[in-house]
């Protein structure tokens, strides 16, 4: 049997939960060995001590020490903790997302918040509010980074501390603090919203109709019909999300004809950005009249589409599985750069070409409000990649007498 390590343990001495005291062949003195449940790590410290008793002695003093300098930014008091207004927040944001039937609000911040290990209440919990600096959150992030074969995207990192700040924010209004750190500043890098050209757009729109209008097609067990191709141009028309609580959320109550010049539907919609009133375009009624005539029989509390699916998200995973099967039918699953498409290109082509067939005489703020968007992210996204208008051509090219 081969020789034990010097380093081994030789005599092990549990004192109390998270403290021990142990002796190895290559000192005569006795260690401590203290638990640190933050860091989730072990510390040793030699006590400088040959005798069991006196080594036992010194280790709980070497473990008073090690908490006093490890524990000055935690907070004395409960309500004072990081903690304690995660909680607050949490609670908060729940019930606005049962007010908005908005439930991705609450569980995406939940995960920021509360995640195993590697959460802000895991990592921040203990800490006092107002001792929180901006080199506390840096080093957070780069604690999350060193748990991972790769490091966060940028945009995932801001979520962090924009969740950070938001809790920051209910400690602020009650007064423990005076202001709020500033956050790291992260460095985003945009991707591109896949979309469709015209001619894709309508390569797409002909294949569906052809799967749809032969009644022949079966994905996961459920039949192809003209409703599936009728999301595909409502959700053009109406620039909603392809979401839970917009396109797949919006119900006949939810809409009203307007036949004003030009006639559109007026829609109440509770979504990702918010409640908000929007507008959609002529072609959107046509389509929400033959939805109207094809559930003619149901409440008008009933969803506009697959009304046969209570559990919404089912509805959305559904119809996704479907699109993707038009996209590989009609060869468009990726677009010239490889990008894969999904439901949402659909709202980035209504988008885009909005902006490109109004010539420039579009108000981007008014469509902007309409979509549920900003329109920093119709400038970021979408102009400044879009090929010059004829309007923009024949500007650039003219003259001052013209």
């Not at 959150?137 to 801001?158: E, G, M, W």
Request: charged content about 30%; proline content about 3%; hydrophobic content about 35%.
């Amino acid at each position: 049997m081969a020789d034990l390590s010097p380093n081994s343990k030789k005599s092990i001495k549990q004192l109390r939960r998270g403290l021990s005291i142990y002796k190895t062949g290559r000192s005569p003195f006795w260690h401590a060995r203290i638990y640190d449940a933050a860091k989730k790590k072990y510390v040793v410290r030699s006590t400088k001590e040959t005798n069991r008793i006196e080594a036992a002695e010194v280790a709980e003093e070497i473990l008073e020490t090690y908490k006093k300098k490890q524990n000055t930014a935690h907070a004395t008091s409960k309500d004072r903790s990081f903690e304690h207004y995660a909680k607050l927040l949490s609670a908060m944001t729940q019930q606005k997302a049962k007010a908005s039937r908005n439930k991705y609000a609450f569980t995406d911040q939940a995960k920021i918040l509360f995640r195993e290990t590697d959460g802000l209440v895991s990592y921040f919990g203990k800490h006092d509010v107002g001792k929180i600096t901006s080199g506390m959150v840096r080093d957070y992030l780069l604690f999350l980074d060193q748990r991972r074969d790769k490091p966060l995207a940028s945009s995932t990192k801001s979520k962090q501390c924009g969740v950070i700040r938001q809790v920051l924010m209910l400690a602020l209004e009650d007064g423990l603090i005076d202001i709020i750190p500033p956050m790291p500043k992260q460095r985003t890098v945009d991707k591109p919203r896949v979309s469709f050209t015209e001619a894709e757009y309508s390569r797409l729109l002909e294949t569906a109709r052809q799967i749809a209008d032969s009644r022949e097609t079966l994905v996961r067990g459920v039949s192809v019909t003209r409703e599936h191709y009728n999301v595909i141009v409502f959700a053009v028309h109406s620039f909603l999300r392809p979401t839970e609580t917009e396109l797949f959320g919006i119900r006949f109550c939810d809409i009203e004809v307007m036949d004003e010049d030009p006639r559109h539907l007026l829609m109440t919609l509770t979504g990702k950005t918010g409640y908000r009133k929007s507008a959609s375009l002529e072609v959107a009624v046509d389509i929400f009249e033959k939805q109207r005539a094809l559930h003619a029989h149901l409440d008008p509390t009933a969803y506009v589409f697959m009304p046969e699916y209570e559990n919404r998200t089912t509805a959305v995973n559904t119809y996704r599985r479907i699109f993707n099967h038009f996209l590989q039918e009609s060869g468009l699953k990726k677009d010239k750069d490889g990008n894969d498409r999904s439901p949402y290109s659909l709202r980035h082509y209504a988008l885009q070409t909005r902006l490109v067939k109004s010539d420039g005489k579009v108000n981007i703020y008014w469509l902007a409000e309409n979509a549920g968007t900003s329109v920093e992210q119709l400038e970021r996204f979408y102009l400044k990649n879009l090929a010059p208008s004829a309007a923009k051509v024949r500007n650039i090219q003219s003259f001052g007498g013209e």
